[in-house]
């Protein structure tokens, strides 16, 4: 079976979920998820991989976030873009590249621009472990020179995710969160070329 479309998932939901906490990863009220649910779409053909989806924090506010991973399959390397809107109303984009070092392995870096306007930048790796199971390790730099640790474990298995996110900000204090996710998957049909 080709899993190659899964794994392209897990890595945007983790990159979606990295810039949801990215607005103030030690923020544990808007940490606390407890309900998750997306779309995601990809393309064999153009290597396209879309994603879009909401989340309920534990006070009911709604949030929502899209992503998009544009593949070079010659090259193993691509382009992503995305943003994800808290539930009161702050919006952060980030963009940024990945490429394929080895198999199973791809490492990213990019710029994520907050509501403030304040820049970060990031630096991941994101390992495959096993079918549908990804870890990523990422640092973050903020505007100010300070540095941000986190790791994601997702596990994805017919529709349904569990992820599990440390972070650990500049003064050491640690927050660990665990949370699941529903998601439907589809293939955009290639159409083909007329004359």
Known sequence: ???????????SAGLACVALALCNPLRAEDEKVIKREGTYTTSKA??????QGTWTNA?????????????????????VNGSVTRPNGNTTTWQGTKERTAPGVIQ?????THANGKQSTYTSTDTKVAPGTWDKNQVITTASGKTIDRS????????????????????????????????????????????
């Open 1 to 11: 079976m080709n899993t190659a479309p899964l794994n392209k998932l897990i890595v």
């Open 46 to 51: 153009n290597g396209v991989v879309t994603r």
């Open 59 to 79: 006070a009911g506010g709604t949030g929502t976030r899209q992503s998009q991973t544009n593949w070079n399959k010659s090259t193993g390397t691509a382009t």
């Open 108 to 112: 990213g870096s990019g710029t994520i």
């Open 152 to 195: 994601v474990d997702t596990t994805v298995a017919n529709g349904v995710g569990t992820r599990t996110v440390t972070t650990t900000g500049p003064n050491g204090q640690t927050v660990t969160r665990d949370d699941t996710f529903k998601q439907t998957t589809s293939t955009v049909p290639v159409t083909p070329p007329t004359n």
